[in-house]
């Protein structure tokens, strides 16, 4: 092989590299760099190292119960998507022309709409006097306190992550060979058992992509819980905010930061390992 044939790759995805290294790795490593300086609140940032930002977050059990809201809402948004996203997506793959092109725009029409605007949405409709509870009192069941609460940043979280749910796993239907569940039907197999012996192992790399990306994302939100959860209903992303621009105490905020990271890419590679591992099983 000739020296320009094996360096052309590397000469193409040089500007990709590079964009990638400058607004990911640069600032990823820019704040871990400040994860580890001293703060003072007379002085500000001090260009020395310590562990105590680290040492806090893992020793103190405010921040576990921080770390542990985040994940179980991340965790229970992932699966109230899927239980939703993954029949909706099966059920877009059935249809045919123009139906699915007018309820797919329907699903990402969401993703139009700023995630603080819909915030203020879901506001007006839980709050004491929003329409939920308007018709929960004409029902004669009275009144639910929805606003600032976990339900509140769960429903309004499901509501802005559904899409990235559906997506990849009415991509993975679409490169399903319907032969194959015909055939299945054909052999005189249910449709629940065509469902689950046939389907869901080849949808499977869909539901795994839109799991990760649902809980990934929910784990890092800002602005829901921010306007939805209130300032005593703290998840890690509300934190960060408030010890950089309330308390400016920087190494701390990057350190929590990072620690999200860290423990988002841990849960991540674990889902991810299993779902991988039963969908090789599956397919043989």
Known sequence: MS?????TPWALSAPALLLFGCLLLVPLGLTAVLSFNVFDYATGVKNEFTLAHYAAVLSDEYYYGIFWRTFWISGLTTL???AIGAPEAYV????GDPWRSIFLLVVLAPLLVSVVVRAFGWSMLLGPQGLVNQGLQALGLGSLRLLYTEWAVVIALVHVMLPFMVIPVWTSLQKLDAGVENAALSLSASQFTTLRRVVLPQVMPGILSGSLIVFGLSASAFAIPGLLGGRRLKMVATVVYDEYLHELNWPLGAALAL??????????LSYNRVLEGRYKRALG
């Open 3 to 7: 020296l320009r044939a094996s360096t």
């Open 80 to 82: 109230i998507c899927l």
């Open 259 to 268: 620690t999200l990271l860290l423990a988002n890419l841990l849960v991540m």
């Open 92 to 95: 877009l793959s059935r249809m």
